[in-house]
């Protein structure tokens, strides 16, 4: 496998990021993961507008997204495959072993792995934790993921495939790597990103292509909504059949059916919508 790591492409076995990139030692980066079908990236412009706005967010230099595009080009030339996961990551590069950023500048590293198509429906748990909505990180795509792997474990261990979060006041928030929609009488619904969820790329298209509503939903919203659907990079839109203990049908319901339909038809049209 060939990865792209601050400016060409290198082998993964031999690729190498310093042990004090401040990416690794406190969690001082940002990334965006893109689905890549046949080499080719979807989405990637909007990718890389949000790849832009959680570095300012975080305080980061903006980054190339000339090399950036060229990096992802690369990567996947070199990698053929019929279904990839790309990651674009970019961290405070080589800084001290604490808070303050150094001076080499950012890291950048994009690199690519295979990827299964995702079953049409899925189970989900909800956590006891919250998702900070006032947090200064709110809504970016950072590499401190901590929260999601522990929330995921939680969610495996429960035979589920994704864990959902409340926010500090209780409503519906987002998954660990995805977001949540409610079907209530025959609308679509979300939470706003005041909620403090991530402003998902697949998320933002299926507002547009379906009219979903943006609304502010108390968690056990789940414990009654018609349908349950989630949204993610490599998920698409994918039916809920379990929360917790409540069973839903094991087969998509007629508005989630119909949002996976209009998704996979409308991506299909245009590759960088």
């Known amino acids: 496998m060939k990865v792209w790591l601050d400016g060409g492409l290198e082998d993964s076995e031999s690729a190498r990021v310093s042990v004090f990139d401040h990416g690794l030692t406190v969690g001082d980066g940002i990334f965006e993961t893109v689905k890549a079908v046949d080499g080719r990236p979807f989405a990637l412009t909007r990718h890389l507008d949000r790849l832009t706005r959680s570095a300012r967010g975080l305080g980061l230099p903006d980054p190339d997204l000339d090399e950036v595009r060229r990096a992802c080009a690369a990567v996947l030339e070199a990698n053929p495959m019929p279904l990839g996961r790309l990651r674009i990551t970019y961290t405070g590069g080589h800084g001290p072993l604490g808070s303050d950023r150094g001076e080499a500048g950012p890291t950048l590293v994009v690199a690519l792995g295979e990827a299964a198509r995702r079953p049409d429906s899925t189970a989900v748990i909800t956590v006891p934790w919250t998702r900070n909505e006032r947090s200064a990180l709110a809504g970016l795509k ?31 928030c987002e998954g660990t790597g995805s977001n949540v ?32 509503r943006e609304t502010d939903l108390p968690l056990d919203v789940l414990e009654s909504a018609d349908e349950v659907f989630l949204t993610s990079t490599l998920r698409d839109v994918q039916a809920v059949h379990r929360v917790d203990g409540r069973e839903l049908p094991g087969t998509a319901g007629p508005v989630t059916a119909k949002a996976m339909r209009i998704f996979e038809e409308r991506s299909g049209d245009d590759l960088d919508p």
């Not at 909620?195 to 298209?205: F, H, V």
């Open 142 to 172: 950072t590499t401190s993921y901590g929260e999601n792997v522990v929330a995921l474990a939680r969610a495996h261990e429960q035979g589920a495939s994704e864990a959902l979060f409340a926010n500090t006041v209780g409503e519906l």
């Open 181 to 212: 929609f409610v079907v209530l009488d025959g609308e679509i619904h979300t939470p706003p990103l005041a909620s403090g969820c991530l402003a998902g790329i697949t998320r933002e298209l299926t507002i547009e292509w379906t009219g979903a």
